[in-house]
Structures are given as C-alpha cells and as structure tokens.
C-alpha cells in the first residue's frame, strides 16, 4: 500500500494485534492491527451505542433555583436552543453531539454484522465508506468538557447537579475510544471486498512512491490502481493522485479563518441579560472570569483552546503552504508532524462554542436571566470550522514530492 501521507510504497502485512505499522518515511500509522476478534469490537460497539442512548434519554444538568428543579437533556438542550432562535448552535450541537456520533456507530455495527453473516454487498462498503468519511465529525468529549466548563460557571448563578447522562456520556467517551482501537480497519476493508492485489503486489522496480510506480491510492481504504483510474473498484470513492486544488483551497480556507480570529476574539460571544443588567463577554473576558474566581486551570484551558490553539494553527498552516510554495525540502519529518498536530487539536477549539451552547440553554430553563450567544461566537465557530476543512484540504504528499527526485 501508499503511505497516506507521503505516498511512499510499502509492503504492508497484517499487523500482530495491538501492534501499529508505521511509514518508514514520514512516521504516518499505515495500518492498526485491533486488540481481539472483530466480535469483541462488534461487542464494544453495541455497548457504546446503548450508553449513548442512555446518554441521550436521561437529563444532563438540572437547575435547582427558588424551590424548583429544572431539568434538560441533550436533545432538549437543542429544542431550546432552536425555540430560542439559535438555529445555528442547535444544529451544531445535533451534528457533532447526536448525529455524528448515531451514525458512526449504528454504520459501524450493520457493516460488522453483515460480515458476521458473510454477506456483505454494494450497500454495506458504502455505508461503511461513509461511515469512515464522517467519523471525524463526533465531538462528544470536547462536549464533556465543554459541560464541565459552564457546570462552574453556572455554578455561581444556581444549584447545578449533575444528571445520569452525564455519567453516561463519559462511560460512552470511554468505550467508543476501545471499540474504535479494538478494531483493524484494513481486515475490515479484506472481509468487505477481498484482499488488495494486482498492480500493487509487485511495483515496477526503482519506483518509491505510488505516483512513480503510476499508481493511485485511494483515500478511504488505501487500495491501489492504475494512474487516472476515476473511482475506486472497492469502495467508490474518487480518486486523484493528489487531492485537487489542495493549495488554492487551503489557503482561501486559512485566509477565511485569518479574517475571523480578530472579531472572534474581540466581539462579545456571550450577553448575560440578568435584572435588566446587560453584560458582554469575549472570549478573554471568560478567562479573566475564571482568573478572577480563582479557577486558573479552567482560565488556562480556555485560553489554549479558544485563544492559542487557533492561532497556532492558523501559523502552522501557513508555514506548510509558504515551504511547500518555495518547494522547501528542510526538515521534511518536522513539517509532517506538524500537519499531524494540527488535525489532532482542531476540534478542541469547538469547547467555548459548547459553553456558550449549554450557558444559553440551562440559564433559559432557570428564567432568572437570559444569556444570547454574542456575533463573535458566530464568527468564532466559523472560524475553527475554516481551520478543520483546511487541514483536510492540504495534502502532506506534496511536502515529500519537492524532495523526491532528490532522495532517488
Ligand atoms: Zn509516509
Ligand atoms: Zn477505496
């Protein structure tokens, strides 16, 4: 197979369990190997999936204020949030809290269960296909943190006890994480459509990269075919021997999000209306907040995530375009890392959106105040979206085409 991040070609067999063969070029984890049988994942998924249901049936957070409870569960959180006339932040918590989630694990089991059966078709590789596509979208543990923020802050204003959906989201956290190590995604690919074979059980010698040996990988499940093949023969999706318009698309995205940090960090994201009394708060305003009350772990983990984690990464990117630009071939191991780094931190970025989502909706259910997700956090939002498509747009193969004519 290609190394999916410097399109190195390997001969790649199955991974002893728990083990993980990686790129000898650039460190990129070519294949996991699963711990145990694909019954004990199929297992591991069908309890995650109950306790996510169980996540999702019982309340979060109740309020207790003035002799009554009030309480709210996920899904209720986002009726509120839609009555309320945040379309936006309900649809976000839906996509990446509910549906996300939903749809990874109920693809996961069907697809695991039609090869129980041995009888996997066209229908359970594109499901599968999709499964795999989407999976990244699922924040429910930045969303646990993201509760564990605004249960201090409201904290102050009412009596917040913690509900049985919050114990279920964190054991859902726990086993979704062992279903998802526990399976090899590549015996999964073998058992839906065969063994990889053909052109890329013997590359034409001298050939170190799949576009040399006039091959293509296919993104999804890394089978390789012939140069200018449209799709793939096993799973469908289409192929390009480097993702189209990487450069151009990246850097509109990173440009967009360039634009959006200032009003995200400058304009209000959150206004608490409480007797009549308005107040506004930006982003740094909430990490003072916790400066102030003494909470310094939550103010510093605010700001790493709010503040420097979208910045970095916004330079980070930059610094891949720019040496990819001048066709720099220094310190390629350090730059691979880099991309690595920045696809694995985005999405924590997303814990202040959560906040502002859980503050507007349980405030709401006390109706003592009123709080109103400010303009910055529409910009805020749209901001850290731009940095996770632009990490998805930007090819690592092009770092390492710069320096292979070289290294022949
Ligand atoms: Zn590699
Ligand atoms: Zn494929």
Known sequence: MACPECDLLHQVTTPPQGGISSCIRCGAILRKGGHGSRDVALALHVAALILFLFANGFPLLS?????????????????ILANLGW?????????TVILAPL???????????????ARPNRWTVWIFRIVEQFGAW???????????????????MAVVVAGPSLFGLGAFIVVAAAAVSSLDIGSVWEALAGPTKAAEANPPTGARTAREANLVACPTCGRLSPLKTPACPRCGSSLHSRKLQSRERTWALLLTATFLYLPANLLPVMRVVSLGRTQSDTIMGG????????????????????????????IILAI????EHRRSSRWPEHRARLYRLTELVGRWSMVDIFVITLMVAIVELGSVATVAPGPGSVAFALMVFSTMLAVRCLDPRLVWDSLAPASK
Request: glycine share 6%.
């Open 103 to 117: 749809a990874h694990l109920s693809g996961m089991i069907y697809v695991l269960l039609e090869i129980r059966r």
């Open 287 to 314: 990490v003072l907040y916790f400066l102030r009350t003494g909470s310094w772990p939550l103010a510093l983990l605010i700001f790493i995530a709010s503040v420097v984690v979208p910045i970095v990464k916004i």
């Open 63 to 79: 309020l207790h204020l003035h002799g009554t409870v009030q309480e709210a569960s996920i899904p209720g959180c986002a009726r």
């Open 320 to 323: 891949l375009l720019v040496s």
């Open 138 to 156: 699922g924040m429910a543990e930045v969303f646990v943190l993201g509760i564990l923020v605004s249960y201090v802050k409201l904290a102050k």
């Open 87 to 95: 379309p936006w932040l309900s649809a976000v918590l839906i996509t």
